[in-house]
């Protein structure tokens, strides 16, 4: 499932005050927010997802980086 929503705390980058988030939910009362790091990117999340619910544990994430960098450089936010 996608969420997108406009972010409540504005970054120094307007594209990433947009947030395009997406929600891999599970049976259960558990819950991981996996925020951008380095050496990782979308797929690697994607990926990651169904194993979790696999355990019973929800996982949102999203990418809020300026479209110029690919990962997890700029860690501002």
């Known amino acids: 499932m996608f969420l997108r929503f406009t972010s409540p705390a504005p970054s120094l980058h ?6 395009n988030a997406r929600w ?19 797929i690697a999340y994607n990926a990651l997802g169904p194993i979790l619910n696999r ?12 479209p110029t960098i690919g990962r997890g ?5």
């Open 14 to 19: 307007p594209e990433n005050d947009l947030v």
């Open 24 to 42: 891999f939910p599970a049976e259960g009362n558990r819950a991981v927010i996996v925020l951008p790091h380095w050496n990782a990117n979308g």
């Open 55 to 66: 355990f019973g544990i929800s996982q949102l994430h999203n990418k809020r980086v300026p």
């Open 73 to 77: 450089e700029l860690f501002e936010e």
